[in-house]
């Protein structure tokens, strides 16, 4: 989401950035760029408007056009305007004392309730809660089925009672379950519907009547562009939404709705989910400036951060440094580390979380997931000892490695060769107390 937009407005400031003072003219072209690059992107024409009055109005004050930098004047408001538009910070999920905390879903049919009830619950007993699944899509029994096996999948309880109990009733039984045996969180996953489906509507009305969820949550499909804001707008109409949670963002989706969402409805955005696979990185909580920073093309450390924290091993990282002071590193510490950062995510993602190396990650000839499996393929094909010494690594070796991981000998050859020169970087680089001198490193790689 947001990379034909991200491209577009990089675009435009790198063309005032060629510029050494900016006229009025350059911003309102620049401004014109803006607009064409967001209506592109499927944002609400109103919101269109609005932003670029806003930016144009400050940029073409004397502040900005007599600056030593106007293009960074100007990208740092525009960064502040996106950062309005998408809701200025990041609003948690509430919680009630002593609980427990009732959560309910809503969405159309097909906006990845189901998977976004698991990943939510996953989350919140990462935060060290106890959450309580309920099943209370009675009218596709697959939809129970599913979240089932998701709570097996995850070892979280879940509360069902089949097709032919009323949900309101479901979920009542649900929260009185959840004081009983000490749940904090209840999420209840309703059934999809549209917003002009009455019925439906009206058992959402009656299950708030019941459990009073603290939060009600709209999932609603990236994919949908600008139907997700008038979605919400009659959600939240009927049921008064305390959040969105925006599922596919990783997907092909040009980003209007999560630019729109917050300023026609009101309504903060609460999470990002990706993907259908339910783990620690597929449901990120929403920070509207790191977003924003994202789009600009100016990396999300802190969110690349959080990842790390929750798939951290403190003992192995310790474990690790000790290698790394003796120089003692090897091809089977280089494989573990590869399995912890493919635990982040896809790489082109995680570098793009990186501040300049956004316009990197596209290129698939300097990156490529097809050259981590290839690596992947030639270690796992040497042998335990091999791995622990690569200095054994030679003649006979080098070719049985390219026969079984499907490689030409000279892959396995330069691989080595690398590694070898990685390993001296490292043992270098602790011996000087963490300081590795730009030479030293050009030297390692000659």
């Known amino acids: ?61 004397e502040e900005v056009t ?22 200025t910070e990041n609003v948690p999920l509430a919680e009630e004392r002593p609980g427990p905390t009732v959560l309910m879903l ?28 309920v099943a ?38 649900a929260v009185e379950r959840a004081r009983a045996e000490g749940f904090n969180y209840v ?23 019941e459990v009073h969820p603290v939060e009600r949550l709209l999932v609603v499909d990236a994919m949908i562009g600008q139907e997700a804001v008038r979605v919400a707008d009659e959600f939240n109409r009927r049921v008064n939404l305390t959040g969105v949670v925006m599922t596919k963002v990783d997907g092909d989706a040009r980003g209007g709705a999560a630019l729109s969402i917050r300023s026609v409805t009101g309504v903060p955005i609460k999470f990002l989910g990706t993907g259908e696979k339910v783990d620690a990185h597929t449901l990120e909580p929403f920070y509207p400036d790191r977003l924003a920073s994202r789009i600009l093309g100016m990396g999300d450390v802190l969110s690349l951060i959080e990842r790390a924290e929750q798939i951290y091993d403190e003992e192995q990282a310790k474990r690790m440094q000790k290698k790394l002071r003796k120089g003692s590193f090897d091809f089977e510490d280089f494989l573990s580390s590869m399995h912890q950062m493919r635990k982040l995510g896809p790489l082109q993602q995680i570098m793009k979380m990186i501040p300049g190396l956004g316009q990197l990650a596209d290129n698939e000839e300097l990156v490529s997931e097809k050259d981590m499996k290839r690596i992947e393929a030639i270690i ?15 003649g006979r070796r080098k070719e049985r490695i390219a026969k079984g991981s499907g490689v030409q000998l000279q892959e396995v050859t330069a691989l080595v060769s690398q590694f070898k020169k990685m390993q001296r970087m490292m043992k270098q680089l602790s011996g000087k107390g963490g300081q590795l001198n730009p030479r030293d490193f050009n030297k390692f790689l000659r």
């Open 136 to 173: 209370a899509d009675v009218y596709r029994p697959a939809a129970i089925t599913q979240l089932e096996s998701l709570g097996r999948q995850l070892n979280i309880p879940v509360h069902s009672e089949g097709t032919d109990v009323r949900p309101p009733d479901i979920a009542r039984h």
């Open 187 to 209: 999420l209840v996953d309703t059934a999809g519907r549209l917003q002009i489906d009455e019925p439906l509507m009206a058992e959402l009305e009656q299950i708030i009547d």
């Open 1 to 61: 989401m947001f990379e034909s937009l991200s491209d577009r407005l990089q675009t435009t400031f790198q063309k005032l950035g060629g510029k050494g003072k900016l006229t009025e003219d350059d911003v309102r072209e620049a401004m014109k760029q803006v607009r064409l690059a967001l209506l592109e992107a499927d944002v609400n024409l109103k919101v269109v408007k609005e932003f670029v009055a806003n930016v144009t109005e400050q940029a073409i004050g």
């Open 66 to 87: 007599k600056s030593l930098t106007p293009d960074q004047q100007v990208v740092k408001i525009v960064n502040n305007e996106l950062i309005r538009l998408l809701g």
């Open 380 to 394: 796992f094909s040497m042998t335990p000892r091999e791995r622990r010494n690569p200095d054994l690594i030679k």
């Open 106 to 133: 809503v969405g159309l049919q097909g906006s990845g309730k189901t998977t976004l009830a698991s990943k939510l619950a996953l989350f919140l007993r990462k935060k060290g809660k106890r959450p309580l699944l």
